[in-house]
Structure formats: structure tokens, C-alpha cells
């Protein structure tokens, strides 16, 4: 987006990424190359079974089903021809979490949308 202020580029873009399709495994293994629990277990969950439990919310997680089928699919074909670039994920989650670590413990305490572990284990355990 700076790079079409800088050149005047005028138009309507989606200038979302990323590039190309990017599966939730290669983001959760950036989060664990990231952080401290690189030896975390990834547990997945069907999208039919999550959508079970109305009183969860995942704010960035949206099922290929239903009203949100598709959501995360928008063209940004335009905008990367008009020279659109995308940093790699790791880089992307590794400045997210050393940004979110300057931030005041108090703020950090208040995550929109997290649950517990009690909770988590809760769902796991709704899996078998």
C-alpha cells in the first residue's frame, strides 16, 4: 500500500493477503517457531465441531461452510499486479509477538476472545 501511495496508483484493491493460499498448519508452525512452546501438540478440530460450541468465539478463524464460506478467498490478484507484496509469516508472527510483548501486562491479561485451558481441554476431550 505505501509502495502505491509513493507511485500515485489510484484504484479499488483487496489488499489483504496472502499471495496464494496459505494453510493454517504452516501459521501454527510459525507461531511455534516463534515462541516458547515449540513442543505445544496441535490438536484439529472439524469445522462441524467446533460450530457446536456457541459460546467460543475465534476471532480470526472463519469455516469454509455456511455464511463465512469463502470469506478468507477474496481476489487480491489486482493489487499484486499493481505491486503488492507480502512479508513471509514467519516474519509477520515473530513482529506481532515481540510487539504484543511491549505491551503492558495488564493489556496482554485482556485477549478478545480467548478461553481457558480448562476450556480447551474441555473441547479436546469432545473429540473423542
Given amino acids: 500500500m505505501l509502495q502505491c501511495a509513493e507511485q ?9 493477503g496472502p499471495e496464494k493460499k496459505l494453510p493454517w498448519g504452516e501459521v501454527i508452525d510459525a507461531c511455534k517457531k516463534s515462541s516458547s512452546a ?8 472439524p469445522a462441524d465441531k467446533l460450530a457446536e460450541h456457541k459460546d ?5 478463524w ?3 461452510a455456511g455464511e463465512s464460506k469463502g470469506i478468507h478467498t477474496a481476489s487480491n490478484a489486482r493489487a499484486v499486479a499493481a505491486g503488492l507484496t507480502f512479508r513471509p509469516i514467519q516474519t509477520i508472527v515473530s513482529d506481532t509477538l515481540a510487539w504484543w510483548k511491549t505491551l503492558p501486562p495488564e493489556r496482554r491479561e485482556k485477549i478478545k476472545g480467548q478461553f481457558d485451558a480448562k476450556k480447551e481441554a474441555e473441547l479436546i476431550a469432545s473429540l473423542k
Avoid at 500515485?8 to 489483504?16: D, Q, S
Avoid at 515449540?38 to 478440530?45: L, R, T, Y
Avoid at 467460543?56 to 480470526?60: A, D, G, K, Y
Fill in 62 to 64: 472463519a469455516a469454509y
Fill in 38 to 45: 515449540k513442543d505445544m501438540e496441535v490438536v484439529w478440530m
Fill in 56 to 60: 467460543i468465539e475465534f476471532p480470526i
Fill in 8 to 16: 500515485k496508483t489510484i484504484g479499488i484493491f483487496n489488499a489483504c
